[in-house]
């Protein structure tokens, strides 16, 4: 699989699925029950286990390392839970100059706060052998979205409403969120990750003008800290269509690429030579085996024209979904063949 990720075409197509660790096995449930999200994830032994399970059901062919975009917030000291059916929310959301005034210095405190971070990135490399991990951190804009709205939002009005009245004040609360996620992603890759990937999941709300002014700087400072690392790195936005040539441009060395846009539109749209990752629709999950693999075989076809290409969904595996649905899916495309390039 990192042949793909590297342009390295393989003869038969590699895949792992965004949220493959988590709510749709019934193993997750059995060993995170009673114990919250993000002690979960701060639980060395217990992340890596995570981990490790739909490698060892499904056969994908890389893990991704289980934890949530939030971990770091949590790790630099700011309150924030997961609340079940709700998701992230923050304890104190970030909504004055005083309030981002405050936020902790990242110093040796944080670095001794990702101590279970390598821990449980080293643990799973073991256990995953020759199958390689992925690191992963939320982008600058997702994460200070989260701060900023205080959890879930449809619309992130006081994010983009900061960002136009606050331009500055905005740039000082998404650098320190950078270096947050870039750091995160620095630890895990020199713990044995063979690869990051960095999620915008509500990058899609912004116009591509917002998101060069405002945005693509802080994601090409978090990337900046892997940068001199020699692992592919891999940036993903839900909605973002508009945005992948400036999303590349971040510092992405592949493109993850959601269900709305097709491959070989995505692939003309990058410079040439960039692999892709994706992007079949998580809605198939749900129907027949058939329209599962047309789907999975009009992907491998769009996806035909790039250097390299990494199967996965067009985004996360959906908590109610059969978890025989992804395994029986991961065999048929292990099945196929490519012709050598």
């Not at 205080?150 to 331009?167: A, F, N, Q, V, Y």
């Not at 973002?240 to 590349?248: E, N, R, S, T, V």
């Not at 985004?315 to 992804?326: E, I, R």
Request: a negative charge; charged letters at 20%; hydrophobic letters at 45%.
């Amino acid at each position: 699989m990192l042949g793909e990720l590297r342009g390295v075409r393989g003869l038969t197509p590699s895949v792992w699925f965004m949220r493959q660790a988590g709510r749709s096995l019934p193993e997750y449930r059995a060993a995170r029950e009673g114990t919250a999200m993000l002690d979960a994830c701060l639980t060395p032994e217990l992340a890596a286990e995570i981990t490790v399970q739909p490698v060892r059901r499904h056969r994908v062919d890389a893990g991704i390392f289980f934890s949530d975009i939030v971990v770091p917030v949590r790790l630099a000291g700011l309150g924030v839970e997961i609340r079940p059916g709700v998701g992230p929310v923050v304890e104190h959301p970030l909504r004055s100059e005083a309030d981002i005034a405050a936020l902790p210095q990242l110093g040796e405190d944080y670095e001794a706060a990702l101590d279970p971070i390598r821990e449980a990135v080293a643990l799973t490399v073991r256990e995953l052998g020759t199958t390689p991990l992925l690191g992963f951190a939320g982008a600058p804009f997702t994460v200070a979205s989260y701060l900023v709205e205080g959890g879930p939002s449809r619309d992130h009005l006081r994010t983009r409403s900061l960002m136009r009245t606050r331009p500055e004040l905005w740039a000082r609360l998404a650098a320190w969120v950078a270096e947050l996620s870039g750091r995160f992603l620095r630890a895990q890759v020199l713990a044995g990750a063979s690869g990051v990937q960095l999620f915008d999941s509500w990058v899609g709300s912004l116009s591509a003008d917002q998101y060069l002014e405002h945005v693509q700087q802080h994601s090409a400072a978090a990337f900046a800290h892997v940068a001199d690392l020699p692992v592919p790195r891999i940036h993903f936005g839900v909605g973002a269509a508009h945005l992948l040539g400036p999303m590349h441009a971040a510092g992405a060395t592949v493109m993850g690429v959601d269900h709305r846009l097709r491959l070989d539109t995505a692939i003309a749209a990058l410079p040439e030579g960039t692999p892709v990752q994706g992007n079949i629709d998580p809605a198939v999950l749900f129907s027949s085996e058939q329209v599962r693999q047309a789907e999975a075989l009009d992907v491998l076809a769009a996806g035909a024209g790039a250097s390299g290409h990494v199967v996965n969904l067009g985004h996360g595996v959906p908590p109610q979904t059969d978890p025989q649905v992804l395994t029986d899916l991961v065999a048929f495309l292990h099945e196929q063949r490519r012709e050598p390039r």
